[in-house]
């Protein structure tokens, strides 16, 4: 073996050794740059040895940019869900089912906390991770190894050499607090939504279909229980702690107790401890200890009769009203948010609270210096749930719903059917103008990335940008500050420039006309075709678009009975941005598809689930997420998922093919 080969073997096996002592046994011995140096030498070395190719290489964690389909595996073993209980007489009841199921034999829980992130199956083969699968329906789910692979603390190769040639291990993928919070601030900072919680936050992101943007998320994974048909030992506790050995990140919570007492104190011990792990925690999972007695023990329908879920109680605390304040976002909708006495809730301090809507207040009868119940629950986002009466102070002032735009003065607005509040002023009101820049520059919008909310809120105050036309007016001189930013200055100069072909569909939605999103601005554009077609639409033209409601029609009218509007599109014409379909998209339209809804399942062989989506929405129909009586027909290709195919057997929805749906259109 030559000299090059042999060092990358070496340092496969070291990146291996640091990446688990750092993400799992959190005790590095290296520099985080002395890490990188090992990497990049070993990256050098693998471009150069390309038959050295190993999936399971150090190298492979950083993930890719390239999008890909997931494919639907069928699970050796069904992940099946735990029966939920929520007070100890029903965790009583549970331990004496057992004794009674086990007719008296001795046996021993294991105690283990419940994890809440998204459910993962991970098969081993000859000490080397080969598959991840998601639960999905329980049945079949999503092969999602490329985006496991990005997760530190999951052994791409295990440690020692006494595990099963072949075995399956489950647990949960979560967010850290830490990565949540930081996630979510710089999505706030975005005027995007918000992530209610980690666990939905890793569920996104596990499900992107860039595996680079992954492992930039820094995810975790614990694991909880093992499958096979050659496991270490028959007791489930002792097969974790192996687990661990082989370099598996198992929770140090974990622990084995022989009567309902030992249940009892340990969930009263957690109950209060849970606060301070870095991950989120819902509740407790007791099962059976021993893989024998889970056998004899068996299954329901649904779960399995060894295993139990004790969920916690939603966290409440009691906090005064200090006062509220009101926001303004992009499309000019108004928020009230409770600023109260900073508290603690769920393992971190909270001052803030979203109040939703003017009925909101008044349901609750809010008056400043109110004491007010917040919780968290499952969700991170506090909410205001209730208020002490009794410590109402004797003078206290009811909390009304603001009448004036908080920034520019505009009398605010509401609209029928609507519980928000809107600024009118959308044409010189900061945080509208600001927000519709941001908005047009967004990544599903325009996509000039080389642009941030920072940068224009910095434009913004210096003049440069009023509207989103003055965007396209900006020069390399005016932005590379005393000659100290031309290269990130051209960048910028040159994404703008680059965004003018993006295709209409997608400049419709950047305008940030109120209530139109991406999909109605789809409907929209496919529908009118031309910018001037769309910009003179009656009301009665509008509403025929299907998808296409009064709201939305008043809205577009509105919008284009606006001077300001009318000449910053004409503005954005002169550059050269899109104000029409494609020739090609022209030519390839049609109605054949027109009054359909369709869902899409399967892996196909001839086109992309997102081109048959494009395919669908071109001819005049619609793409829909889930079967109902209303569905049209399903789209099917390979791996179909079952729940799916049950759902429309039962409905009577027809299963078209890739190459019937094909014919239909005549493509």
Same mark, same amino acid.
């Given at each position: 073996? +030559?000299?090059?080969?042999?060092?990358?073997?070496?340092?496969?096996?070291?990146?291996? @050794?640091?990446?688990?002592?750092? %993400?799992?046994?959190?005790?590095?011995?290296?520099?985080?740059?002395?890490?990188?140096?090992?990497?990049?030498?070993?990256?050098?070395?693998?471009?150069?040895?390309?038959?050295?190719? +190993?999936?399971?290489?150090?190298?492979?964690?950083?993930?890719?940019?390239?999008?890909?389909?997931?494919?639907?595996?069928?699970?050796?073993?069904?992940?099946?869900?735990?029966?939920?209980?929520?007070?100890?007489?029903?965790?009583?009841?549970?331990?004496?089912?057992?004794?009674?199921?086990?007719?008296?034999?001795?046996?021993?829980?294991?105690?283990?906390?419940? %994890?809440?992130?998204?459910?993962?199956?991970?098969?081993?083969?000859?000490?080397?991770?080969?598959?991840?699968?998601? =639960?999905?329906?329980?049945?079949?789910?999503?092969?999602?190894?490329?985006?496991?692979?990005?997760? =530190?603390?999951?052994?791409?190769?295990?440690?020692?050499?006494?595990?099963?040639?072949?075995? @399956?291990?489950?647990? *949960?993928?979560?967010?850290?607090?830490?990565?949540?919070?930081?996630?979510?601030?710089?999505?706030?900072?975005?005027?995007?939504?918000?992530?209610?919680?980690?666990?939905?936050?890793?569920?996104?992101?596990? !499900?992107?279909?860039?595996?680079?943007?992954?492992?930039?998320?820094?995810?975790?994974?614990?694991?909880?229980?093992?499958?096979?048909?050659?496991?270490?030992?028959?007791?489930?506790?002792?097969?974790?702690?192996?687990?661990?050995?082989?370099?598996?990140?198992?929770?140090?919570?974990?622990?084995?107790?022989?009567?309902?007492?030992?249940?009892?104190?340990?969930?009263?011990?957690? +109950?209060?401890?849970?606060?301070?792990?870095?991950?989120?925690?819902?509740?407790?999972?007791?099962?059976?200890?021993?893989?024998?007695?889970? $056998?004899?023990?068996?299954?329901?329908?649904?779960?399995?009769?060894?295993?139990?879920?004790?969920?916690?109680?939603?966290?409440?605390?009691?906090?005064?009203?200090?006062?509220?304040?009101?926001?303004?976002?992009?499309?000019?909708? /108004?928020?009230?948010?409770?600023?109260?006495?900073?508290?603690?809730?769920?393992?971190?301090?909270?001052?803030?609270?979203?109040?939703?809507?003017?009925?909101?207040?008044?349901?609750?009868?809010?008056?400043?210096?109110?004491?007010?119940?917040?919780?968290?629950?499952?969700?991170?986002?506090? !909410?205001?749930?209730? /208020?002490?009466?009794?410590?109402?102070?004797? /003078?206290?002032?009811?909390? $009304?719903?603001?009448?004036?735009?908080? @920034?520019?003065?505009?009398?605010?607005? =509401?609209?029928?059917?609507?519980?928000?509040?809107?600024?009118?002023?959308?044409?010189?009101?900061?945080?509208?103008?600001?927000? $519709?820049? @941001?908005?047009?520059?967004?990544?599903?919008?325009?996509?000039?990335?080389?642009?941030?909310?920072?940068?224009?809120?910095?434009?913004?105050?210096?003049?440069?940008?009023?509207?989103?036309?003055?965007? %396209?007016?900006?020069?390399?001189?005016?932005?590379?500050?005393?000659?100290?930013?031309?290269?990130?200055?051209?960048?910028?100069?040159?994404?703008?420039?680059?965004?003018?072909?993006?295709?209409?569909?997608?400049? /419709?939605?950047?305008?940030?006309?109120? &209530?139109?999103?991406?999909?109605?601005?789809?409907?929209?554009?496919?529908?009118?075709?031309?910018?001037?077609?769309?910009?003179?639409?009656?009301?009665?033209?509008?509403?025929?678009?299907?998808?296409?409601? *009064?709201?939305?029609? !008043?809205?577009?009218?509105?919008?284009?009975?606006?001077?300001?509007?009318?000449?910053?599109?004409?503005?954005?014409?002169?550059?050269?941005?899109?104000?029409?379909?494609?020739?090609?998209?022209?030519?390839?339209?049609?109605?054949?598809?027109?009054?359909?809804?369709?869902?899409?399942?399967?892996?196909?062989?001839?086109?992309?689930?997102?081109?048959?989506?494009?395919?669908?929405?071109?001819?005049?129909?619609?793409?829909?997420?889930?079967?109902?009586?209303?569905?049209? &027909?399903?789209?099917?290709?390979?791996?179909?998922?079952?729940?799916?195919?049950?759902?429309?057997?039962?409905?009577?929805?027809?299963?078209?093919?890739?190459?019937?749906?094909?014919?239909?259109?005549?493509?």
């Amino acid at each position: 073996m +030559d000299p090059e080969t042999s060092r990358i073997l070496q340092l496969r096996q070291a990146l291996h @050794e640091h990446n688990h002592r750092y %993400y799992v046994l959190n005790q590095p011995v290296i520099s985080d740059q002395e890490f990188d140096f090992l990497m990049r030498e070993l990256q050098d070395l693998e471009a150069k040895h390309p038959d050295m190719y +190993d999936a399971n290489s150090p190298t492979q964690r950083v993930g890719s940019d390239l999008n890909k389909e997931f494919v639907q595996v069928a699970h050796k073993y069904p992940m099946l869900s735990l029966a939920n209980t929520y007070n100890r007489q029903e965790v009583e009841d549970f331990y004496n089912s057992i004794v009674k199921g086990l007719h008296g034999e001795p046996f021993d829980i294991c105690c283990e906390m419940k %994890y809440d992130g998204l459910s993962i199956s991970l098969t081993y083969q000859q000490g080397r991770l080969v598959r991840a699968v998601t =639960r999905g329906d329980g049945v079949r789910g999503d092969d999602v190894t490329d985006n496991v692979k990005t997760i =530190r603390s999951i052994p791409l190769v295990l440690t020692g050499n006494d595990w099963p040639s072949e075995f @399956e291990i489950r647990g *949960e993928i979560l967010m850290p607090w830490q990565v949540f919070e930081r996630l979510n601030a710089e999505r706030e900072a975005a005027e995007e939504p918000l992530f209610a919680n980690p666990r939905n936050a890793a569920s996104g992101t596990l !499900k992107s279909q860039n595996s680079a943007l992954v492992a930039s998320r820094h995810l975790d994974a614990y694991l909880y229980y093992m499958l096979g048909d050659n496991l270490p030992c028959d007791s489930h506790y002792d097969n974790l702690m192996k687990a661990r050995e082989w370099g598996f990140k198992i929770s140090e919570g974990m622990q084995k107790v022989n009567s309902l007492q030992g249940i009892l104190d340990y969930i009263n011990l957690w +109950d209060e401890q849970r606060h301070g792990l870095p991950v989120a925690t819902d509740g407790i999972v007791l099962k059976v200890n021993s893989l024998r007695q889970q $056998r004899a023990l068996g299954y329901t329908a649904k779960s399995p009769r060894w295993a139990i879920a004790y969920k916690f109680k939603a966290e409440r605390v009691c906090t005064r009203l200090d006062e509220v304040t009101f926001q303004v976002g992009r499309t000019g909708a /108004v928020t009230p948010v409770a600023n109260m006495e900073p508290v603690q809730l769920a393992g971190t301090t909270v001052k803030r609270a979203t109040l939703n809507n003017e009925d909101f207040i008044r349901s609750l009868d809010l008056h400043i210096g109110d004491y007010v119940y917040v919780e968290k629950g499952g969700e991170i986002i506090p !909410k205001i749930v209730g /208020v002490d009466i009794d410590r109402r102070p004797i /003078v206290a002032t009811q909390v $009304r719903f603001a009448t004036h735009c908080p @920034e520019c003065g505009a009398r605010l607005v =509401r609209y029928e059917g609507e519980a928000a509040h809107y600024c009118p002023n959308d044409s010189s009101c900061p945080p509208q103008i600001k927000g $519709r820049i @941001e908005h047009f520059i967004s990544r599903k919008a325009m996509n000039i990335d080389s642009l941030g909310p920072e940068t224009v809120d910095e434009y913004f105050r210096h003049g440069l940008v009023k509207n989103i036309a003055d965007l %396209y007016d900006i020069d390399v001189q005016q932005i590379n500050g005393n000659g100290n930013r031309q290269k990130s200055a051209q960048k910028i100069v040159n994404g703008i420039a680059a965004s003018v072909h993006v295709p209409f569909e997608r400049v /419709v939605f950047a305008l940030g006309i109120r &209530f139109v999103g991406e999909t109605s601005a789809k409907l929209l554009a496919r529908h009118f075709k031309t910018m001037d077609a769309l910009m003179h639409a009656s009301l009665q033209e509008l509403v025929e678009v299907e998808g296409i409601g *009064e709201v939305i029609a !008043k809205s577009v009218i509105s919008y284009f009975h606006q001077p300001e509007n009318i000449s910053m599109i004409q503005r954005l014409r002169d550059k050269g941005v899109q104000m029409s379909l494609s020739e090609e998209q022209l030519q390839g339209a049609s109605d054949k598809l027109a009054g359909k809804s369709i869902v899409i399942s399967g892996v196909f062989a001839r086109h992309s689930r997102d081109e048959y989506k494009q395919l669908i929405e071109q001819h005049g129909g619609k793409n829909v997420g889930s079967i109902s009586g209303k569905t049209s &027909f399903i789209l099917a290709g390979d791996n179909m998922g079952p729940s799916k195919l049950q759902k429309a057997e039962k409905l009577g929805i027809a299963i078209i093919g890739e190459d019937e749906f094909l014919a239909m259109i005549e493509e």
